[in-house]
């Protein structure tokens, strides 16, 4: 009898999970923070920043291209990381409710694909982001994009910031769950893309941040 109940306490655990809505976030086209326990959607630290290129002195120190924003730690903080994955909506609504349907519907019977409005409108999938580990020094958080030249006892180094992947899984039209695929330690975070129009011409980048203590 115990084991008919759990049986059945696992199986109703597991479709539940199955059903479970994922909420649309308050703003499109960024990447956010999803608690899974409390299944919540929060807003990332948003910046931009230009790319920098910074010569090293007499090579002794190295010459970086970079991202840098003021203020050495993020207004979002990510305590129990092992409790978050990341979630980006590019502003879709078909398939999400009967007035998406229906105004996807209309679109297409004029021969408009919506998925060609949300693509000329900037609005990609997960893929255009790339999640960095920031370095902390006098007041900024700095993204490293290459690191060249410069000694360290004795030896020449080259690197950049460090990079994670992620695991990318589609919950609905439009919308992606974004999975880093290993623990992220403490430190400051930042997934970026680059900006569009302009700015994007002359290497400048959208940061979506946040710091996990």
Not at 140 to 157: D, M, N, P, T, Y
Request: overall charge positive; charged content about 20%.
């Amino acid at each position: 009898m115990k084991t008919a109940i759990l049986s059945f306490s696992i199986l109703f655990g597991t479709l539940a999970a199955a059903a479970q809505e994922y909420p649309n976030p308050d703003f499109n086209n960024e990447v956010c923070a999803y608690r899974k326990d409390s299944n919540r959607v929060s807003r990332l630290e948003k910046q931009t920043s230009e790319i920098s290129n910074k010569v090293g002195f007499g090579g002794f120190t190295p010459s970086t291209t970079e991202y840098d924003i003021d203020g050495g730690r993020s207004t979002i903080r990510l305590s129990d990381i092992g409790k978050y994955s990341f979630v980006f909506w590019n502003g879709s609504t078909g398939g999400a409710t009967v007035a998406g349907n229906r105004g996807d519907s209309m679109m297409r019977a004029s021969g408009v694909d919506p998925n060609m409005i949300t693509q000329a409108a900037g609005m990609n999938g997960p893929s255009q982001f790339t999640l960095y580990k920031m370095e902390v020094s006098g007041g900024k958080r700095s993204i490293i994009l290459v690191k060249a030249g410069g000694f360290s006892f004795g030896k020449k180094s080259s690197s950049g910031s460090e990079k994670y992947s992620t695991s990318m899984r589609k919950i609905r039209e439009g919308y992606f769950e974004m999975v880093v695929d290993k623990r992220l330690p403490k430190g400051e975070y930042a997934f970026v893309t680059l900006s569009g129009g302009v700015q994007g011409m002359h290497g400048g980048a959208n940061l979506f941040c946040f710091g996990v203590d």
